[in-house]
């Protein structure tokens, strides 16, 4: 997941670090990750093939907030008649991919402080099986509009904050 987030949010003009929840930042995203993220080896069946909510993040009046969680329960059940069947490795990238552009869109919806969505891209407001396995899937241009791209270089820092487990997280695609 930490991998397939740099390139999204560089091209959107972010670099990201990763750190964890008390280091203090400017630009500090914390990351909930709810259930267990990850496809199980084997046949998973699941009665709904295409959750609605699988990642969000929080608001106050017309703020967005620093804070989003991923649904990995809705994720798994979304992808399971895609991925059960590929070996540990692919399953374990597609999965890390698919978490990155679901990150990738709530970073949209923080770091543009707008609850509102593109017709296409990262920035659209569903997101279908298709979408989240495609080869390549980015911000459309007036994402990158309200994001604010090429006002500031370098690219601006980021820092999300993953949760505080007592061991390092594990990220579905990350070695």
Not at 141 to 170: F, M, N, W, Y
């Amino acid at each position: 997941m930490k991998r397939e987030l740099a390139p999204l949010l560089a091209f959107a003009g972010y670099s990201v670090e990763w750190g964890k929840a008390e280091i203090p930042a400017q630009s500090l995203v914390v990351l909930e990750l709810r259930g267990t993220c990850g496809m199980p080896a084997g046949v998973f069946h699941s009665d709904d093939p295409d959750p609605k909510d699988l990642a969000s993040s929080a608001s106050s009046g017309d703020s967005v907030l620093p804070f989003s969680s991923i649904n990995c329960a809705a994720l798994t059940r979304m992808l399971a008649p895609v991925l059960a069947a590929e070996p540990g490795a692919r399953r374990d990238y597609l999965y890390g991919r698919a978490m990155s552009r679901l990150f990738a869109h709530e970073l949209y919806h923080i770091l543009a402080n707008t609850r509102e969505h593109e017709r296409d891209g990262l920035a659209k407001a569903h997101f279908t099986l298709s979408d989240l396995m495609a080869e390549s899937l980015e911000f459309d241009r007036g994402a990158l509009a309200k994001l604010d791209v090429g006002v500031e270089l370098p690219l601006r820092s980021l820092t999300v904050a993953a949760p505080i487990t007592p061991q390092p997280a594990h990220f579905p695609g990350d070695r």
